[in-house]
């Protein structure tokens, strides 16, 4: 099954935006394998808008940018293959996509066979130019459609924003994944804003279908295409394990040729991408809520939970997961384990607390024993 746990990779949009060329794409896949991240299962590399010509070709195809990727896609795709990863694509259910690059509106079939041509793992599918009246679940069932004949196996991730509901129909058209909100932006308050109003949408995800609250900026400090002031390590740490406990896709949106080692420490957290990647494929959703105080829970296998206490508050405070609203028995003792520290902290009776700096998080796993 494709997408059986929440695919994770790099996406060129966060940090490149049009910037992007063949050079830079094959230092990105060294990176990251040179980095570890490949091994750590950061395995779809996806080149996002602005890779091709601004005109089709007279066969009606669509030609990848020669300044850009004068050697083709396919060749790229073929350095990317022998690094161990796989090659992800962009376009869109428009007419254009949303720099004004050719969509695949009306061309989807032969779209669909050009990726499979260039041996596309991976299609990002997104809703900008879109003729007036037409339905967005009907373009990417049209999509889906041509992907599922192209010959070749593709991940379909749906870039719809949430427009029309995704969740609802986008693993019956096909999709892996959907967006379920507008764009990231590299700032405390896109992350807040997004990464705590999701959720609504957990019982819509699972192995093989999952919402995507989209790609991270953990480690971007404000540089690149989605700038918008920068966040506190402190703040990434917080944002990379609230879409881990949301079974979120994983998807890299700083450069990995050049990460501080704190980036690369949340990024490989390994306790933290067993939480994202675990079999039973729950998304985590809220447990209880005081205020700015946020406790959320992921049932994982065999009986654990992940519980994150999220401080959106502007003071340290202490935070109390109390397992009633974990659903544990009142008086049941439970293991419980810090995953950014990766450190046991012992059995605890009722409830666990800790003391959460703002904007901050504490994650652990939960074992009844
Ligand atoms: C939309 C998408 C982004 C990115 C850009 C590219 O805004 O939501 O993720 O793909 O288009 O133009």
């Not at 070749?152 to 969740?167: A, M, Q, V, Y």
């Not at 949301?246 to 420490?265: F, K, S, W």
């Amino acid at each position: 099954m494709l997408a059986a746990t929440p695919p994770m990779g790099f996406n060129t949009w966060n940090t490149f935006g049009g910037e992007i060329n063949e050079q830079t794409i094959r230092e990105v896949a060294d990176a990251l394998v040179g980095e570890g991240l490949k091994d750590l299962g950061y395995e779809y590399l996806v080149i996002d808008d602005c890779w091709a010509e601004r005109e089709r070709g007279s066969d009606g195809l669509m030609v990848p940018s020669r300044e850009k990727f004068p050697g083709g896609m396919k060749a790229l795709a073929e350095y990317v293959h022998s690094k161990g990863l796989k090659f992800g694509m962009y376009s869109c259910a428009g007419t254009l996509t949303c720099a004004k690059y050719p969509g695949s509106y009306d061309n989807e079939e032969i779209d669909a066979k050009t990726f499979a041509s260039w041996d596309v793992d991976f299609l990002k599918y997104d809703f900008c130019n879109v003729p007036e009246g037409a339905h967005g679940r009907d373009l990417y069932a049209k999509m889906g459609e041509a992907l599922r004949s192209s010959g070749r196996e593709i991940l379909f991730s749906l870039c719809e924003w949430g427009t029309n509901k995704p969740w609802e129909w986008g693993a019956g058209v096909g999709g892996h994944m959907w967006r379920t909100t507008g764009d990231i932006s590299d700032s405390w308050k896109s992350i807040e804003h997004i990464g705590f109003s999701q959720s609504g949408h957990a019982k819509y995800a699972g192995p093989g279908h999952w919402n995507d609250p989209d790609m991270l900026v953990v480690g971007m400090y404000s540089k690149g295409n989605v700038a918008s002031g920068g966040c506190t390590d402190t703040e990434y740490r917080t944002h990379f394990g609230l879409w881990c406990l949301l079974a979120a896709p994983l998807m890299i949106g700083c450069d990995p040729r050049n990460m501080t080692d704190e980036t690369g420490a949340i990024l490989k957290n390994e306790e933290l991408i067993a939480v994202n990647q675990d079999a039973l494929g729950r998304q985590g959703f809220r447990a209880s809520r005081e205020g700015k105080l946020e406790v959320l829970k992921k049932p994982l296998e065999h009986g654990s939970l992940a519980v994150g206490l999220f401080n959106r508050g502007d003071e340290s405070a202490r935070m109390t997961a109390r397992w009633e609203d974990l659903g544990l028995e009142g008086d049941a003792a439970a293991k419980v384990r810090d995953l950014w520290a990766h450190e046991e902290l012992g059995e605890f009776k009722g409830s666990f607390e800790a003391e959460v700096e703002s904007h901050g998080s504490a994650i652990v796993r939960v074992t009844p024993v």
